[in-house]
């Protein structure tokens, strides 16, 4: 609620009526909101040398809004090198 400290000599509290100087307006824009999840998973936690893993990554969105603009950096982890696919 806003208040003021003069007064306001054509002021009817609740007129209601367009043009009045004691009556406004203001826009709200909501930034859009997503909420991303992100898990890894591999089909093996163990695997022998020489073996490929598969990696899968899937982002959820659990919204309200969509996700745009968003990427995925990983890194491939100590010890595992890419190979031929």
């Known amino acids: 609620m806003w208040t003021q400290d003069h007064f306001d000599p ?3 509290p609740g007129e ?3 043009g009045r100087d004691d009556q406004g307006q203001a826009v709200i824009t909501v ?12 089909n093996t936690t163990t695997p022998n040398v020489g073996t490929n893993v598969i990696f899968t990554i899937t ?8 996700a745009t603009g968003v990427s995925v950096l990983d890194r491939l982890p100590s010890g595992l090198a890419f190979g031929d696919q």
Not at 59 to 66: H, I, L, Q, R, S
């Open 59 to 66: 982002v959820t969105n659990a919204g309200p809004d969509n």
């Open 31 to 42: 930034a859009p909101a997503a909420d991303l999840s992100l898990s890894k998973t591999a």
């Open 10 to 12: 054509d002021s009817t």
């Open 16 to 18: 209601q009526r367009a």
